[in-house]
C-alpha cells in the first residue's frame, strides 16, 4: 500500500506517522508514505502563494486550484498506471470514515490525501481530481493533516503483515459490528478485583460465549444503535421442532 499526501504542512504528518507500528511497516516495504508539500507547486515564483480570498465575499482565504492540480499531475505521473487509486479529499462535508470504509480503502495500490487548510480549496480542481469525500466526524479541525492521518493509520492496520498478529484485527471492535469484550492481563487479582474465572477455565468454547455476552452487553450500554443494527442482522433462532 502506498500512501501519498498532499498538504501544506508534510512534516506533520511524515512525523507523525514514522514511528511505532507504522514506522516499522514502512522499514519493511510493506506500506510506504510520501509527503508531498503543495506549496512547492504554486506559479507564484517569490512568495510561493497557494491562497486568495474568495469570489462573492466572505471571510477566510481559499487554496487555488492551480497549486493542488500541479501536484496531483506530478504525484499521478510517478504512480504506475496500472496500479488502482482513490484520491480522497479530507472534509467535515464528507461520508464519515469507518471500519467498512477503511477495509475498502485497503483494497487500493495507491491512496492519495489532500488535505485543505484556510477555508477550503477552490470546488473546481476537487471536481477534476477527487474521487472521495471523506470526513472523520462531525467537528471541524484546523486542517485535513490530522483526519488523513487518522485515516492512514487505520487502513495500515488493515495491510497483511503490518500487525503481528492477523487475528487480532479480526476480532476486534467493529470488525463484526459490535465493541470488543473486557480483557485482562497478569495479576489474577489487583486492587481486589479478581480476573473473571471463566477466563482462567481452560474452556475455549465457554470463553468464546462469554466474550460474545460481555460484548452484547458493552455494545447495548455505550453504542445502542450498534447494538440495535447487530440483533436486527442477527435475529435470534426460532427453537428446533420436535
Ligand atoms: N477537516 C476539518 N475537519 C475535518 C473533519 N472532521 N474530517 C475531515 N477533514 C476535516
Known sequence: MDFHVMTLFPEMVS????????????SKNLISLECINIRDYSADQKHHKVDDYTYGGGAGMLMQAQPVYDCYKSLESRIDSSHTKRVIYVTPQGKVFNQQLAAEFAQADDLIFLCGH?????????????????????????????????????????????????????????TDGLLEYPQ????????????PPIL??????????????????????RRPELYEAWMAAHPPKPPKKR
Open 15 to 26: 512525523q507523525g506517522l514514522s514511528t511505532s507500528i507504522l514506522g516499522r511497516a514502512m
Open 118 to 174: 484556510y477555508e477550503g480549496i477552490d470546488e473546481r480542481v476537487l471536481e477534476e481530481i477527487v474521487t472521495d469525500y471523506v470526513s472523520i466526524g462531525d467537528y471541524v479541525l484546523t486542517g485535513g493533516e490530522l483526519p488523513a492521518m487518522v485515516m492512514i493509520d487505520t487502513i495500515s492496520r488493515l495491510v497483511p503483515g503490518v500487525l503481528n498478529n492477523d487475528i487480532s484485527a479480526e476480532t476486534e471492535s467493529f
Open 184 to 195: 485482562y492481563s497478569r495479576p489474577e487479582e489487583w486492587m481486589g478485583k479478581k480476573v
Open 200 to 221: 482462567l477455565s481452560g474452556d475455549h468454547k465457554k470463553v468464546d460465549e462469554w466474550r460474545l455476552q460481555m460484548s452484547l452487553e458493552r455494545t447495548k450500554e
